[in-house]
């Protein structure tokens, strides 16, 4: 069965502080994909990165950071020197390809607060 | 500029009373799909949609349905809504090129 957890449930950081967000996933299929999403304070849910299961190389977005390791199911997310604006919810999801040219469920972790403090 | 809207963004109704809550979106996506958010249960999808005329359950199908009679909307239903209906819904939308899903801003419902 598919499964994502994000055990830190929230955290809180003073600005500047590097925060990592932990997202462990479980799967039987050997392709699928890995997806973050930040939730603001206003609720919309915004999409950050897609990862899929055949590349596992790490991935940086300006302060955003991203470590994929098949080896421990894992897919966490850095932030550097965080900022109040990166004050969300973060949500890990992952998707199993159920057949080419279509999409699986999105299987959500139940997220983790982020609040960055000035 | 590529949009998901959804209508209305709240709504309070009472127990039983039909409710439809649309999305729409104008990037000619394929696949569609309805989630809900509750407070500890996290984001739970409800039905989804691969095309016109094709939609299956998803997780928390119970107590809704949906239809896809044109590409660009995908209505969620509520026949009779009750109490427990009370959430965060999002529609959410991606092609068959990629795969991550945009959601649209939410709807949050209350029944009374």
């Known amino acids: 069965a598919q499964k994502v957890t994000q055990a830190q449930t929230e955290i809180s950081v003073v600005e500047k502080e590097d925060v990592t967000l932990d997202c462990v996933y479980e799967?039987?299929?050997?392709?699928?994909?890995l997806f973050w999403y930040k939730q603001p304070p206003s609720g919309e849910l915004v999409f950050l990165i897609r990862?899929?299961?055949?590349?596992?190389q790490n991935e940086i977005s300006g302060r955003y950071s991203w470590n994929f390791q098949k080896s421990t199911s894992s897919f966490n997310f850095t932030i550097t020197a965080s900022q109040v604006v990166d004050s969300a919810v973060y949500f890990c999801?992952?998707?199993?390809?159920?057949?080419?040219?279509?999409?699986?469920?999105?299987?959500f972790g139940k997220g983790t607060k982020l609040s960055v403090k000035p | 500029e590529a949009q998901v809207t959804q209508n209305p963004r709240y709504l309070i109704t009472v127990t039983g009373k039909k409710l439809t809550v649309t999305c729409s979106q104008n990037?000619?996506?394929?696949?569609m799909s309805w989630y809900r958010q509750d407070p500890g249960l996290g984001l739970r999808q409800i039905y989804y949609?691969?095309?016109?005329?094709?939609?299956d359950k998803g997780d928390v199908p119970e107590g809704y349905k949906v239809s896809r009679k044109e590409k660009r909307n995908f209505p969620l239903i509520l026949e009779s809504p009750s109490p427990n209906q009370t959430s965060l819904y999002f529609c959410?939308?991606?092609?068959?090129?990629?795969?991550?899903?945009?959601f649209g801003p939410g709807t949050r419902l209350t029944v009374t």
């Open positions: 799967t039987r299929d050997t392709t699928y994909y």
């Open positions: 949609s691969m095309n016109v005329e094709v939609t």
């Open positions: 959410a939308t991606s092609g068959t090129t990629s795969y991550e899903q945009y």
């Open positions: 990037m000619n996506h394929e696949y």
């Open positions: 999801a992952l998707s199993e390809a159920q057949s080419l040219g279509s999409q699986g469920n999105l299987i």
């Open positions: 990862r899929n299961s055949f590349d596992e």
